[in-house]
């Protein structure tokens, strides 16, 4: 800048304002650092710029310091070696897949999958000849005889974010490495604050960021955290090759949650388990799948692995009460909203339809899942209350 003539001109001078260092402004709140044009202090610095090396920054795909917090944070809390970043939950779901397939490669994921995961198998897997065969989440050291020549990788998603089995990742994990298979868990339910991951034996753990770390139901937004550098440096050259990034606004909005987000799951905990105890004392209700609670699939499980649970939940009425039933329920709340997601502000309820997208599903009740917000607990059971009144 001091290279321009001056007086500038007032347009030029817009550009170019003089900038005062706020020296001595110490703050508890991260700055938010917006940038596509990234400024090299010489022509030798930008020759030599690598977009892979995080020690220094290069152009806003690659990142910001605002980019840099959360990436570190993430993989600081969860004890990875480094953390990418995505536009979505299910982009990162989707790039800890791309990396480590290639043509004529088998994959494995669970058969309570979150759902899109199945479209991802069925649509781009598919058109690249990857194979997906689905397993049973709670199949544990079976899963070695499933295993194949060319299995790359095993999905691990668990507690499963409808029907809530606790899969054995310990046990799932030593079978995929003796076969030669990375693991990659969806870790969104516990925030990776109520499950270590790398401790228990995955090599890739994804966030949805859109729930409890965010919390705030207002972003989308995903991570991709990698036990060693290997591993992270295929998820990142991925990344830069196909402009993956996410805007530092939105990312601030993320690290303004975190220093709130293990208050917020505690609450949501407490409040979600005693609504689960509640819901299971109603004569409606066939079984409450919350993975604290021991009618969940793989509860052991959780209590071996797992240090705490968070808000999402579901339920399953009696075989009398059907879709329409389910349907009446909720549109008789006033509190909780009908729509996708969780660990936000606002309690939601949703129904499943399972018979389509599960084998052998059990139950002829419809299943209803709750997203338990940061409402007052006697107004949500008041709430609920007149859900059942509307069966
Ligand atoms: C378990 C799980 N993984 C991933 C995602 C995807 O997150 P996003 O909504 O940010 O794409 C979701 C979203 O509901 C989810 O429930």
Not at 183 to 196: E, F, K, P, Q
Request: proline share 6%; glycine share 8%; charged share 20%.
């Amino acid at each position: 800048m001091s290279k321009q003539p001056t007086p500038l001109s007032p347009t030029t001078h817009l550009i170019h304002p003089k900038r005062d260092v706020p020296t001595g402004f110490r703050s508890l709140a991260p700055g938010t650092e917006r940038a596509s044009t990234v400024l090299f202090e010489n022509i030798d610095k930008w020759v030599n710029r690598s977009g892979a090396d995080e020690s220094i920054y290069t152009y806003g795909t690659s990142g910001t310091p605002t980019t840099r917090d959360l990436q570190n944070r993430i993989a600081e809390w969860e004890g990875g070696f480094a953390t990418v970043l995505f536009p979505s939950g299910l982009a990162a779901v989707a790039y800890a897949f791309l990396p480590f397939v290639a043509p004529g490669d088998h994959v494995l994921v669970p058969g309570n999958v979150y759902d899109p995961v199945r479209g991802l198998a069925n649509g781009l897997l598919k058109q690249m000849n990857v194979t997906v065969a689905q397993y049973d989440p709670l199949i544990g050291a079976g899963i070695s005889a499933l295993m194949k020549p060319n299995t790359k990788l095993v999905w691990v998603e668990t507690p499963g974010s409808i029907t809530m089995e606790v899969s054995d990742l310990p046990a799932i994990a030593k079978a995929a490495h003796a076969g030669g298979a990375l693991v990659a868990i969806d870790n969104t339910y516990s925030a990776g604050w109520y499950l270590r991951a790398f401790e228990l034996g995955a090599d890739i753990s994804v966030h949805a960021l859109t729930k409890y770390p965010a919390g705030h139901s207002d972003l989308v937004m995903g991570s991709i955290t990698a036990k060693d550098e290997a591993t992270w440096r295929r998820v990142k050259d991925m990344a830069l090759q196909t402009g993956q990034c996410c805007a530092p606004d939105d990312i601030y909005l993320v690290l303004r949650g975190l220093p709130t987000m293990p208050m917020r799951m505690r609450h949501a905990e407490k409040v979600a388990l005693d609504i689960a105890n509640w819901i299971k004392a109603r004569p409606e209700v066939k079984l409450v799948l919350h993975p604290a609670l021991p009618d969940c699939a793989g509860h052991d499980t959780w209590k071996r692995d797992f240090t705490g649970s968070t808000g999402v939940f579901s339920f399953v009425l009696h075989d009398q009460y059907k879709a329409d039933a389910a349907a009446r329920f909720i549109e008789a709340l006033e509190l909780f909203g009908i729509g996708a997601s969780w660990g936000g502000i606002g309690s939601l309820a949703l129904t499943y339809n399972l018979t389509k997208t599960r084998a052998n599903w059990p139950h002829q009740g419809a299943l209803i899942r709750l997203g338990i917000g940061l409402e007052e607990p006697s107004d949500l059971i008041a709430d609920l209350t007149n859900g059942f009144a509307a069966l």
